[in-house]
């Protein structure tokens, strides 16, 4: 993202004076990122005073004036004046003491490798430490003293800089620093919200956001959401109540309609979501309760050769795959049969937990059936097993076309007599000629691709059959929650520790850089994906390449190819009889292919950043480095949002929360995969979050649990509470702190903010301070059961649910002789004195006392 600050101009003799106006005339100025820095200086000219601003056009106009140099990581169209330069990162160190010397060999084979030490000690002690290494041994490993924040690759001069720090992580990435809390927060759709965006308001419906606006309501100035509805009504929703308000995602590809004020279409739509939700989470838990009076079987605690089998895995388990692990145990071990959705990202462990779960059934005695929807899966998964279970005594046979008729019979044969244990297939596995001798499991991986009479075959299976579903389509984390108690869920959200991350770059097509990936992955016996998505023209990008590379071999995939012929390139592929396969998006899914560490992505800009996550999930899947190249054609002139779109997929990490907000359209894909399209549909209807949210109350209402979000309280009091322009200029970030603000549930939470504030723009003004106790005393109130406080003449208004707690708080009030009176059990009046009653801020320091509210 581009930071901008905005620099108040000076009034010298009646001029403007300006920065360029300041600097020495031979000052260079470095412009990185040109058309973003464009769109961001005319969002800041739109929201200052006109003339305290210039336009970008004029900035850049004196700019110019300057020596100047403009920093793009995509070179623009024109090529005349443009340098590339040819500069890699360099790749991620583990840090441990005993592979540094490896480690070093790969960076810097047949390269001069430069080491930055900070002081003469750890320049000499580095000396010895790799002293055993390649470089060292070929005079090709220097030294020198200096500071290094972050090393690199000279690729023509063959010359590798790196620092002491990252040969041994001593320092981390700031996004590794930041506090857990600030790591765990969920997906915020309202971050990216822009003017004319869709949104949803709860009472009232579909709207278009216009922006906020700053008004003044009853002795108050607030800011108000501005929102537009059918026939251009508006209304206005303080920004202290954003809660009442969400951005709209519903899945499809045409906008809604916006909602008619005061008509009943909204009210009728949003009943009939509830009923629909209300229903399938009956249903859901109805099919639970009848599986659990089912006659299922318990498997057995784990055995030693069970702890030997998991304790094999060559990576450690991450906490979210520790908990599935325990999860799967325990509904094997249970008497009624298990229904389990297991979600995760691509390559984050679903596969092993399914083989763990395969082995304690098998070694038990019973059988165990994996379903896949396309033979190359099969064929895929089928060797995975055979190579982990290899130093077992089980047998493991796999079911597609790929399996020659002798041994299928032989295979049917065996799965009938109980000799085959695991079996591993296509949709032959589901026909109705199919027999097991025992089978005790099922594991189904992506349901959702497989056709109707399967679903039939798999929903009556599932009544008696320990059933493990596997999905790579990640399930939104505010859906998984509001589904728990109707559905065995678990969700795998953390990527495996220490994997090294997938280096993605945005290019222009070019021939040189292609060559030197396409040698360099080659030169590590690697494979490589190339994907162009259009069939007609698939065999020039292939005549391309090999005139590029005339030494490689490739396959090429598409939808168009005949069945056999399809299958034979796939398989060839994961047999590495060809080095490279030019596909189109039908490997986005499944295929797992450890020895392929190089994706080329053709036209990268006509993708949503969802699909080009998923491609680029093909690669990285073992422990060397993997790369992934986003191509551009030369023709193409970015725009901003294309470029952002780019970049975005470039964070290493997919948890980060810039990457986060792009994930959002994949979630919605599989939500609908899980609760199936009429779902979607009342998705479509009310919104993605609003869905959730009545989803989540109708599964406390059957359950009789209390609501999760407890009624908003309403709090009517004079007093300025907002957050000023000049404290906080940019309006995404004004916006992300109401959003917080009105979110809070403890004071903690509101201190954690309030000292955030404080760090990153200075101690908060009167407003924003007011902003903070007012949702303090929300936290205070709804403790109490408040529904809201308000200011009439001469007393405070208190509205309630709950009288046992009231009545205890007006004890409490009392004792510190504060008059508290109850009228008819359902409100509370407290007489105020003058003073209070005519001064606002007098009047909330009294609230506040009454309340105990403390700052932080």
């Excluded at 930041?178 to 869709?198: A, N, Q």
């Excluded at 795959?321 to 679903?350: H, N, S, W, Y």
């Excluded at 002798?406 to 065996?414: D, H, N, V, Y």
């Excluded at 901003?640 to 975005?648: D, I, N, P, Y």
């Amino acid at each position: 993202s581009i930071d901008l600050t905005a620099l108040q101009s000076q009034r010298t003799n009646d001029k403007q004076a300006w920065l360029t106006n300041i600097v020495p005339p031979d000052t260079w100025w470095s412009l990185v990122e040109l058309q973003e820095l464009s769109d961001e200086g005319q969002r800041l000219v739109d929201i200052l005073p006109e003339q305290s601003t210039l336009t970008a056009t004029d900035l850049f106009s004196r700019i110019y004036r300057f020596p100047s140099i403009i920093l793009s990581a995509i070179a623009p169209t024109s090529l005349e004046t443009t340098a590339h330069l040819a500069i890699e990162s360099v790749e991620r160190f583990t840090g441990q003491l005993d592979r540094v010397c490896h480690e070093l060999n790969t960076v810097g084979k047949d390269q001069q490798v430069w080491v930055v030490a900070p002081t003469e000690a750890e320049e000499k002690r580095l000396k010895e430490l790799l002293s055993p290494s390649a470089p060292a041994h070929a005079g090709r490993l220097h030294f020198i003293q200096g500071r290094l924040s972050a090393g690199f690759r000279l690729v023509p001069e063959k010359f590798v800089l790196i620092s002491a720090a990252e040969l041994f992580r001593r320092h981390d990435s700031p996004r590794n620093r930041l506090p857990k809390h600030r790591l765990t927060r969920t997906i915020d759709t309202f971050l990216d919200l822009k003017e004319g965006d869709f949104v949803v308001h709860v009472a009232h419906g579909i709207a278009r956001y216009k922006g906020l606006k700053l008004l003044k309501k009853h002795g108050r100035t607030e800011e108000f959401l501005e929102l537009e509805f059918a026939e251009s009504t508006r209304i206005y929703v303080p920004a202290s109540s954003i809660e009442l308000v969400q951005k709209y995602v519903g899945g499809g590809k045409t906008g809604p309609k916006l909602a008619k004020i005061g008509g009943t279409l909204w009210t009728r739509q949003k009943k009939a979501v509830e009923k629909a939700v209300a229903d399938m989470a009956a249903d859901m838990l109805e099919i639970q309760a009848i599986r659990a009076k089912q006659p299922g079987r318990a498997f057995p605690q784990d055995t030693p050769w069970q702890k030997a089998f998991e304790q094999s895995f060559q990576f450690d388990p991450t906490p979210d795959q520790a908990t599935a692990v325990e999860a799967i145990r325990g509904d094997l071990q249970e008497l009624k049969p298990m229904d389990r959705l297991l979600c995760g990202d691509v390559g984050f462990g679903k596969t092993e937990l399914a083989m763990r779960a395969a082995f304690k059934v098998a070694e038990s005695g019973s059988q165990v059936a994996v379903l896949v929807p396309t033979t190359i899966l099969a064929e895929q998964h089928r060797r995975t097993f055979t190579e982990r279970f290899a130093e077992y005594p089980l047998t493991i046979r796999g079911l597609s076309r790929l399996t020659s008729t002798k041994e299928e019979r032989k295979t049917l044969e065996g799965m009938a007599r109980g000799t085959v244990d695991i079996v591993i297939g296509t949709h032959r596995l589901a026909q109705a000629d199919i027999h097991f001798d025992n089978l005790g499991l099922l594991v189904v991986d992506e349901e959702q691709r497989f056709g109707v009479d399967v679903k039939e075959r798999l929903k009556a299976m599932r009544a008696s059959v320990d059933v493990l579903t596997m999905t790579a389509t990640p399930i939104p984390r505010t859906l998984h929650m509001a589904m728990l108690g109707i559905r065995d869920i678990s969700n795998l959200t953390t990527p495996p520790a220490n994997r090294l991350a997938v280096e993605t770059r945005v290019c222009r097509f070019d021939e040189t850089l292609l060559r030197h990936a396409i040698d360099r992955e080659l030169a590590r016996d690697g494979q490589i994906f190339f994907v162009h998505n259009r069939i007609h023209d698939i065999q020039k990008i292939a005549s391309k390449i090999r005139a590029i590379a005339p030494h490689i071999t490739i396959g090429i995939a598409h939808g168009r190819l005949r069945e056999g012929e399809l299958e034979q390139v796939m398989v060839d592929f994961v047999a590495g009889r060809t080095q490279l396969l030019l596909a189109t998006t039908i490997i986005e899914s499944g295929l797992d292919i450890p020895r392929a560490n190089t994706i080329f992505i053709d036209e990268a800009d006509h993708y949503g950043l969802a699909d080009l996550h998923q491609l680029r999930g093909r690669v990285g899947r073992s422990h060397h480095r993997a790369y992934c190249y986003l191509i551009v054609k030369e023709s193409t002139r970015l725009t901003s949002t294309a470029a952002r779109r780019l970049r975005a997929i470039q964070e290493f990490s997919s948890t980060g929360a810039g990457f986060s907000l792009a994930m959002r359209d994949l979630e919605i894909r599989g939500a609908g995969n899980l609760l199936g399209t009429q779902q979607s549909g009342h998705i479509a209807a009310v919104g993605y979050e609003l869905y959730c949210r009545l989803l989540e109350n109708a599964v406390c209402g059957l359950k009789d649990l209390p609501l999760k979000e407890p009624p908003p309280v309403r709090i009517d009091l004079p007093g300025d509470a907002w957050i000023p322009r000049d404290y906080i200029a940019d309006l995404r970030t004004k916006i992300d702190f109401y959003r917080r603000i009105s979110r809070t549930i403890t004071n903690g939470h509101v201190n954690d903010i309030e000292t955030e504030m404080g760090d990153r723009f200075g101690p908060p003004p009167v407003e924003v301070q007011r902003l903070l106790d007012l949702a303090r005393l929300r936290i205070a109130a709804a403790s109490l059961s408040i529904d809201s406080i308000s200011k009439q003449p001469g007393i405070l208004v208190i509205g309630h649910h709950d009288i046992h707690r009231i009545e205890k708080w007006r004890q409490a009030c009392l004792l510190t002789g504060q008059e508290v009176r109850i009228v008819e059990n359902k409100t509370v009046v407290l007489p105020l004195r003058d003073r209070d009653a005519s001064d606002g801020d007098r009047l909330f320091q009294t609230i506040k006392n009454i309340f105990r509210v403390k700052e932080n």
